[in-house]
C-alpha cells in the first residue's frame, strides 16, 4: 500500500483498500454526503460524520477517489468549459428566437460563475420589522463582555494588547 500511494497510483490503492474503504469511496461520489456514505458502505456507528471525516483523512482514500472522480470526469466529458459553452450556445439560440427570459437565465448564470453577483440575506425582527436594539441593552452587555475579558486577562489565560489611540489633539 505505501508503494502505491508513494507513486500515486489510484487504481492500485483503490485495489488494496479494505472493502470497506473501498465501498466509502464509491457511495460517497454518489452523492457527496460523507455520513450516509459510510453507512451505505457497511460502518455501523453512532457517528458516521466522524468516521467518514476519519475515512477522508485517509491518504489512500484520498488518492482512490482523486482517482475515481478523474474517472467520472473522463466518462462524462464535462468541465468548465463545456459547460461554458453550452451555456453561451444556450444564450445564442435564445437571442435568436427572442426568448429574453432565457437570454437573461444565461446570463445570470455566467455571471454567478464570474463572481458577479453576491447572494446576501437579510435578516430582520419578527413580521420582517426592523430588529430594535435598546441602547442601554447594548452598553450593559457590552460591560459585560468587558469585565469578563478582563476577567480572564487577570487569571493569565488572555493576553491583552491596547492599540495606542490616536491623540485628537493634536490636529495639525
Request: one cysteine or more.
Amino acid at each position: 500500500m505505501a508503494q502505491a500511494i508513494a507513486d500515486n497510483d489510484g487504481e492500485k490503492v483503490l485495489s488494496l483498500l479494505t472493502e470497506k474503504q473501498r465501498l466509502f469511496c464509491y457511495e460517497f461520489l454518489k452523492d457527496l454526503n460523507g455520513s450516509q456514505a459510510a453507512l451505505r458502505a457497511g460502518y455501523a456507528t453512532k457517528y458516521p460524520e466522524k468516521v467518514a471525516n476519519e475515512l477522508k483523512r485517509n491518504e489512500g482514500v484520498q488518492i482512490a477517489l482523486a482517482y475515481l472522480r478523474k474517472g467520472q470526469e473522463e466518462k462524462m466529458n464535462v468541465d468548465v468549459t463545456f459547460v461554458l459553452n453550452k451555456i453561451i450556445k444556450s444564450i445564442d439560440r435564445a437571442e435568436k428566437k427572442g426568448n429574453e427570459t432565457a437570454v437573461l437565465r444565461g446570463a445570470e448564470l455566467l455571471a454567478k460563475h464570474l463572481g458577479m453577483f453576491v447572494d446576501r440575506q437579510e435578516i430582520s425582527g419578527p413580521g420582517g420589522e426592523a430588529i430594535h436594539v435598546k441602547e442601554e441593552q447594548v452598553r450593559q452587555t457590552a460591560e459585560e463582555f468587558k469585565s469578563k475579558i478582563l476577567s480572564l486577562s487577570r487569571k493569565g489565560n488572555l493576553q491583552l494588547v491596547r492599540e495606542e489611540e490616536p491623540d485628537d489633539d493634536n490636529d495639525e
